[in-house]
């Protein structure tokens, strides 16, 4: 007779089969997880390649893949709005291939040029001018015969006679004039100087771009960091209203030409005694020691979430090369970055397009567009290949708070610093800023920013004049001619 200890018998006798496959299974299960997981995360890395960096990449004319195109292609035309050639493949005396622009010097940074990296929108388009959408009989045909294929042309949004006003108005000065459209963001002019010849500038590439003085490859339209002055007071005062929805114009301040607290002293301009003001006075004849008062009656958490939102310190919704604007004002901020922060001083710095984008949303009842040069690509027989339309970027104040913002501005116009605009056989709303800059109290760089047909706006123009001094003297002057072209007057 067996005895059975079935105790003795789970220590001793061997696993079950059925244990094994369960662990294996268990093992395999892991192994293929891991690699599917592996497998999606790749895919979605291809996915964001192809759809947010390979066009970058691609387009970059440093890319061999650019070299080799041009071996085969011949670069496409770039034309402006009304069909006039601004850039364009051509022979030169010793019948070497070239790429020539007929308007030189005045579109400059607006088309820029293909060599070194390229900019402007020979960068923005390499790519396509370089792309052949050549019927496709001829495209086999002479690539057989290896000759080489038209590439496709490229029609932008500037406007020639606006690009000629604004390269004028703005003369031997150092800055720069951004002109678009207010509904749609289309960019229809844009200056910066000192400038350059872009038929010249592979030639003189070691001495236009080791000018550190003059700086002339700088495209300081969208490139250009400044103390945005006044013109920052929309930003500011929408903060105000945003904090005090229902009694904002409520506000009053007595200004005697400066305003000192706990040992920090803001002036106004050229130490103006404005008296008793409220909010839109405040606006209308930008009054310095008002707005530092304002800023040291906000919250600066909630001053920063909304210069956040106006896309400070973020991306921009343009095309172009550009640098972020930058913003340092946080709850730790002491009270002389607060107030001068508010006057838009302090460590605040933008670039012109950046303050265009703002004007352009406001007069567009809050909705800020997407800004962009180009209106379609056709190939050389002016086939539409790609057509672009306008849209809409995101909604960065409401039609409440725009409208308000609308209203001050035109006040600027009819009373205060922006008085040269008034009268002009259309309406304008804007805002002038006068914004010191380095260690020399009372230099500063000039300032406009407005819209015209207050009503139904027409075009947003902006002007930086750097070291010239006030915006209503000098930036108000050049946004005038380029309104007044605009307008055939």
Same mark, same amino acid.
């Given at each position: 007779?067996?005895?059975?200890?079935?105790?003795?018998?789970?220590?001793?006798?061997?696993?079950?089969?059925?244990?094994?496959?369960?662990?294996?299974?268990?093992?395999?299960?892991?192994?293929?997880?891991?690699? /599917?997981?592996?497998?999606? &995360?790749? =895919?979605?890395?291809?996915?964001?390649? &192809?759809?947010?960096?390979?066009?970058?990449?691609?387009?970059?004319?440093?890319? !061999?893949?650019?070299?080799?195109?041009?071996?085969?292609?011949?670069?496409?035309?770039?034309?402006?709005?009304?069909?006039?050639?601004?850039?364009?493949?051509?022979?030169?005396?010793?019948?070497?291939?070239?790429?020539?622009?007929?308007?030189?010097?005045?579109?400059?940074?607006?088309?820029?040029?293909?060599?070194?990296?390229?900019?402007?929108?020979?960068? &923005?388009?390499? %790519?396509? =001018?370089?792309?052949?959408?050549?019927?496709?009989?001829?495209?086999?045909?002479?690539?057989?015969?290896?000759?080489?294929?038209?590439?496709?042309?490229?029609?932008?949004?500037?406007? /020639?006679?606006?690009?000629?006003?604004?390269?004028?108005?703005?003369?031997?000065?150092?800055?720069?004039?951004?002109?678009?459209?207010?509904?749609?963001?289309? %960019?229809?002019? !844009?200056?910066?100087?000192?400038?350059?010849?872009?038929?010249?500038?592979?030639?003189?590439?070691?001495?236009?771009?080791?000018?550190?003085?003059?700086?002339? =490859?700088?495209?300081?339209?969208?490139?250009?960091?400044?103390?945005?002055?006044?013109?920052?007071? !929309?930003?500011?005062? =929408?903060?105000?209203?945003?904090?005090?929805?229902?009694?904002?114009?409520?506000?009053?301040?007595?200004?005697?030409?400066?305003?000192?607290?706990?040992?920090?002293?803001?002036?106004?301009?050229?130490?103006?005694?404005?008296?008793?003001?409220?909010?839109?006075?405040?606006? *209308?004849?930008?009054?310095?020691?008002?707005?530092?008062?304002?800023?040291?009656?906000?919250?600066?958490?909630?001053?920063?979430?909304?210069?956040?939102?106006?896309?400070?310190? $973020?991306?921009?919704?343009?095309?172009?090369?550009? $640098?972020?604007?930058?913003?340092?004002?946080?709850?730790?901020?002491?009270?002389?970055? %607060? !107030?001068?922060?508010?006057?838009?001083?302090?460590?605040?710095?933008?670039?012109?397009?950046?303050?265009?984008?703002?004007?352009?949303?406001?007069?567009?009842?809050?909705?800020?567009?997407?800004?962009?040069?180009?209106?379609?690509?056709?190939?050389?027989?002016?086939?539409? %290949?790609?057509?672009?339309?306008?849209?809409?970027?995101?909604?960065?104040?409401?039609?409440?708070?725009?409208?308000?913002?609308?209203?001050?501005?035109?006040?600027? &116009?009819?009373?205060?610093?922006?008085?040269?605009?008034?009268?002009?056989?259309?309406?304008? *709303?804007?805002?002038?800023?006068?914004?010191?800059?380095?260690?020399?109290?009372?230099?500063?760089?000039?300032?406009?920013?407005?819209?015209?047909?207050?009503?139904?706006?027409?075009?947003?123009?902006?002007?930086?004049?750097?070291?010239?001094?006030?915006?209503?003297?000098?930036?108000?002057?050049?946004?005038?001619?380029?309104?007044? *072209?605009?307008?055939?007057?």
């Amino acid at each position: 007779m067996e005895f059975f200890d079935e105790d003795l018998d789970k220590e001793t006798r061997p696993k079950s089969k059925k244990k094994k496959t369960v662990r294996v299974n268990h093992e395999m299960s892991v192994v293929v997880y891991f690699f /599917v997981g592996l497998f999606l &995360v790749m =895919l979605g890395y291809f996915s964001w390649f &192809v759809q947010i960096k390979a066009p970058d990449t691609i387009n970059s004319s440093y890319n !061999m893949r650019q070299q080799n195109l041009a071996k085969k292609v011949i670069r496409g035309k770039i034309f402006a709005a009304n069909g006039d050639v601004l850039a364009e493949q051509a022979m030169n005396s010793e019948n070497k291939e070239v790429r020539y622009y007929p308007y030189s010097d005045v579109f400059a940074h607006a088309v820029g040029y293909s060599t070194h990296g390229g900019t402007g929108v020979e960068s &923005v388009a390499n %790519i396509s =001018l370089l792309t052949s959408d050549s019927p496709i009989n001829e495209r086999l045909q002479k690539e057989m015969a290896g000759v080489r294929n038209y590439g496709d042309d490229i029609y932008t949004t500037y406007d /020639v006679g606006l690009q000629q006003v604004a390269y004028n108005a703005l003369g031997a000065y150092t800055g720069a004039i951004v002109v678009m459209e207010a509904k749609t963001g289309k %960019i229809l002019a !844009m200056v910066s100087k000192p400038d350059f010849d872009p038929n010249t500038v592979s030639d003189n590439w070691a001495k236009v771009s080791n000018d550190k003085e003059k700086t002339p =490859l700088l495209n300081r339209a969208t490139q250009g960091l400044y103390p945005p002055g006044s013109t920052f007071k !929309m930003v500011s005062l =929408l903060e105000y209203m945003r904090e005090n929805p229902d009694n904002y114009e409520d506000y009053t301040y007595n200004c005697k030409g400066r305003i000192t607290v706990e040992d920090v002293t803001v002036d106004c301009f050229h130490s103006s005694v404005h008296g008793k003001v409220d909010l839109k006075s405040s606006f *209308a004849k930008s009054c310095n020691s008002s707005f530092a008062n304002i800023g040291n009656l906000m919250n600066t958490k909630k001053f920063s979430d909304t210069c956040s939102k106006l896309l400070l310190n $973020k991306d921009l919704p343009i095309d172009l090369y550009y $640098k972020r604007s930058s913003f340092a004002l946080d709850r730790n901020s002491g009270r002389e970055e %607060i !107030m001068h922060t508010a006057i838009g001083q302090g460590e605040t710095l933008m670039t012109p397009m950046h303050i265009a984008l703002i004007t352009q949303a406001i007069a567009n009842k809050g909705m800020m567009m997407r800004s962009y040069e180009i209106e379609k690509q056709t190939n050389y027989q002016g086939t539409v %290949i790609k057509s672009y339309e306008p849209k809409e970027y995101k909604r960065i104040m409401s039609e409440k708070e725009a409208s308000v913002i609308q209203e001050y501005m035109e006040e600027v &116009v009819n009373t205060g610093t922006g008085k040269k605009l008034k009268d002009a056989g259309y309406t304008v *709303a804007g805002k002038t800023g006068s914004a010191e800059y380095g260690n020399v109290k009372g230099e500063s760089h000039a300032w406009f920013t407005g819209y015209s047909n207050v009503s139904d706006p027409d075009i947003v123009v902006t002007v930086i004049v750097e070291k010239a001094g006030s915006g209503s003297d000098y930036a108000v002057p050049m946004a005038k001619r380029v309104f007044d *072209a605009y307008y055939g007057m």
